[in-house]
């Protein structure tokens, strides 16, 4: 089986960090030590040595004092297990379709689409199926460059293999760097529809196009002091 580690140490580039380690009170803690945010229900999860998130699909919700997500460059990485097929909001700073971004799922499927600082729809980028009750570690980036004097808009979707894109998209549409709302996890902003059903663990999110490269199983030998494969991907420290 394939493992994934960072082809550089993207620390200074981690802008958030939720590892949902709380078991008891109401803060969510952002181990960067910025922007931390409050639960509204969810129930605090230890499975196999894990600690994560669950979300029960009618109430539960995060909200963090931050929109989070914005800039010419963006990564979220995030694990994620549900049976949801219906539509649900897994991060969420734009209320649907201000200024801004939204994860969700959609036909089985993790989604990341943006709407631009003028309004109007940017572009989306899909995972794979994830909604099969199975863990799954999905990555998204994001960034926007000039090519050939065409700024454009370049999307990826990674879902468990880090390494290879499983889509691609690219748009000519701005990216955001005014959202219009802090960002909520597990519905979308200021809503009360379309809630997310299933489990969150350690959502990352970076000012950086984050790309990993593909290890062989024996490199676990390899490893330096401080480091550990978790799932299918090796972090060390705070950064993957």
């Known amino acids: 089986m394939s493992k994934f580690i960072p082809i550089q140490n993207y620390s200074s580039n981690l802008f958030a960090n939720y590892k949902f380690n709380e078991t008891t009170g109401s803060t969510c803690i952002d181990s960067k030590g910025a922007y931390n945010g409050t639960y509204t229900g969810t129930t605090s999860v230890t499975e196999n040595g894990l600690t994560f998130r669950r979300f029960n699909g009618s ?9 989070i997500l914005k800039g010419s460059k963006l990564s979220i990485l995030l694990r994620i297990r549900t049976t949801q097929t219906s539509i649900g909001y897994v991060l969420d700073n734009c209320l649907s379709w201000y200024t801004g971004y939204m994860v969700k799922i959609y036909q089985g499927k993790l989604k990341i689409e943006y709407y631009t600082d003028a309004g109007v729809y940017g572009a989306f980028v899909e995972s794979n199926i994830v909604s099969d009750g199975q863990w799954h570690t999905v990555l ?14 370049y999307l990826n979707a990674y879902t468990d293999d880090l390494s290879t894109p499983n889509e691609t998209v690219s748009s000519i549409r701005n990216v955001v760097t005014i959202p219009s709302y802090n960002l909520s996890i597990g519905r979308p902003t200021g809503m009360s529809n379309y809630y997310f ?8 999110i970076y000012n950086e196009v984050v790309k990993y490269k593909d290890i062989e199983n024996n490199d676990r030998n390899t490893l330096k002091v401080g480091e550990v494969i978790k799932g299918e991907y090796k972090s060390t420290g705070n950064y993957l």
Do not use: R
Request: proline share 3%.
């Open 59 to 67: 109430s539960d919700y995060i909200q963090i004092n931050n929109p």
């Open 197 to 204: 059903n299933g489990d969150l663990d350690d959502i990352e």
């Open 140 to 153: 998204f980036t994001m960034e926007q460059k000039t090519i050939d004097g065409v700024l454009t808009t």
